[in-house]
């Protein structure tokens, strides 16, 4: 494994929720603390199913990787990778192709700590601490240069993320400075949470107030980061409708729409 920015590794903040062990909550993982569980059980009284919608994100996560590999993509650069969980993007990549190279990137600084452990013995799979909104440092990063071949197509990889960044931090712009640096053949997979109901509205104000993120975008907002780019079927959709492996019921609870996502390629 190879690994960066040892700096952040002493900086983990018990005080306020982190995102990343935030979601490590509503996975039933153990790397939280007290802070992130009660800022969980605030979204569980507006979203009662939040602990399944991190589950319909990680089967659209392994869905999409599949898909990917299919498409003969064999890099990975995972932005907003979270803490090591079941299925990994490097998991479901190396078991349908054990050649595939991932680069997880994340700022939380418990990510980098428990990547270490689990990747030690992965020699095709590095972990970056560093901040996604600064594309040129980390498309510059001595470890997402070692391991990705820019010239060849990557997975470029911005699942339950993108809802974390502010309007005013450019997301679109960030989107397209991953996606100009990678060349044709690639393709672009993102998860979003989405405005789609009295409730995710409810949910924003406190994602905002208590974690300090959380822009829960409309579907055609959603649907421009793709702008430029050819979106797969079946487009921007909610996440169990994107190509299910087992039968989708016929209408969607609040919590299987929460969530809205797509893979497109650059052609
Ligand atoms: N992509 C994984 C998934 O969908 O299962 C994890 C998603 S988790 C909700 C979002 C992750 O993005 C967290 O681990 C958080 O630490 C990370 N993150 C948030 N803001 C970031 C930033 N500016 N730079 C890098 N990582 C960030």
Known sequence: MAE???????????????????????????????????????????????????????????????????????????????????????????????????????????????GRALLAADERTAVVTSDLRDPAAILGDKAVEGFLDLDQPVGVMLVGILHHLHDSEDPRGIVEAYMDAVPSGSYLFITHFCASSQESREAEEKYLALLGTGRFRSVAEITAFFDGFELVDPGVVPLPLWRPESAVPGELTVGQRLMFGGIARKA
Not at 22 to 43: C, M, Q
Not at 51 to 72: E, K, P
């Open 4 to 114: 960066t920015s040892d700096k952040w590794e002493n900086a983990v903040d018990t005080t306020r929720p982190s995102i990343a062990r935030a979601y490590d909550v509503v996975l039933r993982g153990k790397d939280n603390f007290e802070v992130d569980r009660a800022f969980v059980r605030e979204i569980v009284k507006v979203i009662p199913e939040i602990y399944d919608v991190a589950t319909y994100n990680r089967q659209m996560l392994g869905r999409g990787v599949r898909f990917l590999i299919d498409q003969g993509i064999r890099q990975f650069l995972d932005l907003g990778s979270g803490l090591p969980t079941v299925e990994n993007t490097h998991q479901v990549a190396q078991r349908a192709n054990p050649e595939s190279r991932v680069v997880y990137v994340d700022n939380d600084p418990m990510v980098l700590a428990h």
